[in-house]
């Protein structure tokens, strides 16, 4: 079985490889890819050649649903929005993108990080209308009171992630402005010692003196590269990473909202007995799918991570459901 995993992993990154260059605009990318491609078909037939040792049949590669599903993706938005997602399937190289990027929890919609982000802010929408809808229904309250408290609950919930981002967002923007207005100052004032500063940072990354010195130079001879080299290096930023607070806090707030209308759609039907019932599948059925997406960030088998998140749901939603019987405010 490990000869096996091993030749399937090794198979699925050379056909992954395969599909990043297909889809890769930039030359030097592109023949990475394809050169990592390579190396990953010369690997799988070693582990092919062990197979064979071990009386093992070797199987027609056929990627598995996560894989088409990424090769999907890919093809929408390209190979960097989707870099760590496939760091996450152990696909190399991936460095070339990562490099001038640190990971921000919000980013731009297009981007990986922003997606599990969202995904996350959707489980949050789901869980907590889910749940208070059930402690409601398990009181013995009427449909229109479940309907105007899974509203509340939405709206509820939905500001306080949106305000709770814009305040995280915009205060951290503010700490970073300020960081790269200090360094803009510093380097109007003696571009000399931050020239020094920089040469030495690119010397303790293995950089010979002479060619450190010839890098800060280049790097600070040009005003804008080199305050974003001095941001990036000796702050750890990236000034392009400054995200919008308002983009943030509007992110949130729909990811969120959209969660917590899914238990509430039923009810919205109109009042039958089978409303309760029918938010309570539609609501599993989606806290599935959360999970198997969040997936695709774990390298973790997709049917386990969408059956945990339902059974985190279940228990959620069962114990506010038996605190809403125990406390009971009348009938239907």
Known sequence: MEFYESWWEETRSSYLYGMMAENEKNILHKKLFLDLQNMAVKQAHIWEMKMNENNIPVPLFKPDIR??????LLKIFGTESLHYILSAMKIRGMSVFTHYHSEHRHTGLSTSSNLRAAVFGINDGLISNMSLILGIAGANANQHFI???????????????????????????????????IEKKELEEYPEEETEELSLIYQARGLTQQDADKMAKLMIDNPNTGLNALAREELGLNPDDLVSPFGAMFSSFISFAFGAVIPLVPFLLGSHHWNLYFSITLTAVALFVTGAILSLFTNRHPLLLGLRMLAIGVVAGALTFFIGKLIGVGSY
Not at 67 to 72: E, K, P
Request: include cysteine.
């Open 67 to 72: 894989t088409r599903l990424v090769v999907r």
């Open 147 to 181: 309907i105007l408290a899974g509203i509340a609950g939405l709206l509820a919930g939905a500001c306080s992630m949106g305000a709770g981002e814009y305040i995280s967002v915009r205060s951290q923007r503010e700490v970073f402005e300020y960081q790269i207005a």
